[in-house]
Nanobody
Framework: QVQPVESGGGSVQAGVSLRLSCVVR??????????MAWFRQPPGHEREGLAS???????KYPNSVKGRFTISRGNTKNAVYLHLDSLKPGDTAIYYC????????????????????WGQGTQVTVSS
């Protein structure tokens, strides 16, 4: 079983920064290497990709979100963070962490179809 678990969401004022965390729990294979990514789903909208990071810590961002969001890996290979800067009310959404173990941790785009393992999500609410 491979299970991402998110934390760090909450209700904040516009303009502040927030850091979301994700840890992948894996009781299947401790040698697994991960491509990990963050997505979000605002109310009434589809899920959108925010960032991915491969097993060699190469990060990639869709053009639509470049600049305010930063993905980074923690001290262990199964942990990643998403730094959200200068939050706006439009950033209100459920933020999801996703992981994939195929391809030895290589990432192939921040597309939901590329990820088999998903967390339950953490809510971020930004008020003006």
């Amino acid at each position: 079983q491979v299970q991402p678990v998110e934390s760090g969401g909450g209700s904040v004022q516009a303009g502040v920064s927030l850091r979301l965390s994700c840890v992948v729990r894996n009781d299947r294979d401790t040698n697994d290497r991960y491509c990990m990514a963050w997505f979000r789903q605002p109310p009434g909208h589809e899920r959108e990709g925010l960032a991915s990071i491969d097993a060699n810590d190469y990060a990639k961002y869709p053009n639509s979100v470049k600049g305010r969001f930063t993905i980074s890996r923690g001290n262990t290979k199964n942990a990643v963070y998403l730094h959200l800067d200068s939050l706006k009310p439009g950033d209100t959404a459920i933020y999801y962490c996703a992981a994939e173990t195929l391809n030895d941790g290589a990432c192939y785009g921040v597309d939901a179809d590329n990820f088999a393992f998903w967390g339950q999500g953490t809510q971020v609410t930004v008020s003006s």
